[in-house]
């Protein structure tokens, strides 16, 4: 089956224009195929560049060189050349992504932070309402704070809305940069749950996960990325 | 299938093209191009003096350039070129297709009229003369932009700025605009009274599949607005991309420093 995501010669270097133009390397010729049903998780000490490479792939950085060709629509887009408009769509459709924190909106509640997703996909409303219910319900986030905007939550309950706003849609490719970081066990277990439900259901996943549990629990494979060091 | 998911498809709503207004010796603004599709919002960033506002009131029709052209899809004549249609036309095609919220409700609200006859008028100048039916899409409006239907007679300066600025919205929407300009509209705002209008654009925006250029020098409003930014500098564009890129990833070193400028809190 053909890959969902290709990783092709990726460089990144950062350039700090106002610091002397101090250049960080951080990798260069990174090559990286995952396919449906892989959970390919990033390995490597923290500063090696794994949060760098999720962040390449998902267009939030720009790349130095190489590509990053995502699956969407059954045609290979590359996000590193892609226009503004084109990656919106490639996310809004193809590609999720898990941060560890959860972008706060003032006064947005909850349960229409994680409606969202579905909504700009042309979802009915209360065919979005009840999916967010019930993934809220399935991450035991109590319903009193489903009208409440997530600004005033613990960090677990946070990464959570955060989960749910993920999972509401089944992208065919996730990136997850430790999205079980402030969790306790029992919500860590319900996470690898949704995790493994979307990789049967065909997904390709590339993740960051510190918790060694977590990790033997949905890695397929795992990808050191400082074989791809670039050199200072 | 809704308006936003439509965007990739579009043929563009509006095209601008070397775009540059000198005011005598002085660059307002100069080699600006770009293309907006339906339901796209572009942020333009950029310190005070850096050309925001000129290329606005250029792209707006508002400020004839020096050189350069603005096309937009109007439904009267297709893709046609703002300053090449006659003073009568393109105002028509800015009462019909166009909005523009300014920074100060001031400048853009009849501050002698009643905030309710200020969100009708739009639809009064563009033949509207079903009175019932008007007063009825003012109401709703009202309640849209969340303000208290029963002070549908007070005068403007009777509200509050964050009020005066969701009236102003309204009255720019009112008319089913396609593409919408906004001066720093949170400008002159309390940041709780900010937010507040910020979330109600936002939605309107998604709701209504608006195309909108928006001028800003807060980052955090164009983050929250913008599907992509430009980042002006000395009246040039020194920097374009999707809005998170920018921000996170900024390349140039002008919107390095920009970026690395705001504080955080």
Redesign the interface.
């Known amino acids: 089956m053909s890959p969902l995501i290709v990783v092709e010669d990726l460089a990144k270097t ?5 610091a002397e133009s101090a250049a960080i390397p951080v990798f260069s010729g990174l090559r990286l195929e995952v396919g449906p049903g892989e959970c390919v998780v990033l390995a490597g000490e923290s500063g090696v560049g794994k949060s760098t490479l999720m ?1 390449a792939i998902y ?4 790349p130095s060189g190489g590509a990053v060709r995502v699956l969407h629509d059954g045609a290979y887009v590359d996000i590193t050349r892609a226009s ?6 490639v996310r ?2 193809t590609l999720g992504y898990v941060s560890q924190f959860l972008r706060v ?4 509640s909850t349960l229409q932070l994680v409606m969202e997703p579905l ?4 979802v009915d409303p209360a065919e979005a309402k009840a999916r967010a219910e019930g993934l809220l319900t399935a991450l035991r986030l109590p319903p009193a704070h489903w009208d409440l905007p997530p600004a005033t939550f613990s960090g677990g309950e946070q990464q959570r809305v955060n989960i749910a706003r993920s999972f509401i849609r089944n992208y065919p490719v996730l990136l997850l940069d430790e999205p079980t970081a402030s969790l306790d066990a029992d919500n860590r277990a319900i996470v690898v749950g949704l995790i493994r439900q979307a990789l049967a259901a065909g997904a390709a996943m590339i993740g960051i996960f510190h918790d060694h549990d977590v990790r033997d629990a949905v890695a397929t494979r795992l990808f050191p990325v400082s074989d791809f060091k670039a050199a200072a | 299938m809704n308006a936003m998911a439509k965007t990739i498809q579009a043929a563009p709503l509006l095209s601008v093209r070397d775009l540059t207004k000198w005011y005598g010796q002085i660059l307002g603004c100069r080699d600006v191009s770009f293309e907006l599709r339906p339901g796209e919002v572009l942020g333009i960033v950029g310190e005070s003096g850096s050309g925001k506002t000129t290329l606005l009131n250029c792209i707006s029709g508002r400020l004839a350039p020096t050189s350069g052209a603005v096309e937009f899809d109007t439904s009267r004549f297709g893709l046609t070129d703002v300053y090449g249609l006659s003073e009568p036309d393109r105002r028509r095609m800015q009462r019909e297709e166009w909005g523009f919220v300014h920074q100060n409700p001031r400048d853009g609200l009849r501050m002698r009229a009643s905030g309710g006859a200020n969100v009708a008028e739009p639809l009064m100048n563009l033949g509207g003369r079903n009175y019932g039916k008007m007063r009825q899409a003012t109401i709703d409006w009202l309640e849209r932009v969340e303000l208290d239907t029963r002070r549908i007679d007070d005068k403007p300066r009777r509200f509050s700025g964050g009020m005066q600025q969701r009236i102003q919205v309204a009255r720019n929407l009112i008319h089913g605009p396609r593409l919408v300009f906004m001066d720093e509209p949170t400008g002159g705002l309390d940041v709780s009274v900010q937010a507040r209008l910020l979330d109600l654009l936002r939605e309107l925006v998604r709701d209504l599949g608006l195309a909108v250029i928006i001028v800003t020098h807060d980052m955090a409003v164009a983050r929250l607005m913008a599907d992509r930014l430009m980042v002006m500098k000395g009246g040039l564009v020194v920097e374009t991309g999707l809005t998170d890129q920018v921000l996170d990833d900024p390349q140039h070193p002008y919107s390095q420093l920009l970026v690395s400028s705001v504080l955080q809190i």
Do not use: C
């Open positions: 950062f350039v700090l224009h106002n962040r267009g939030n950085y720009l503004p408009h084109e990656v919106i769509d809004r459709r909106i003032p006064r947005i909504l700009e996909n042309g």
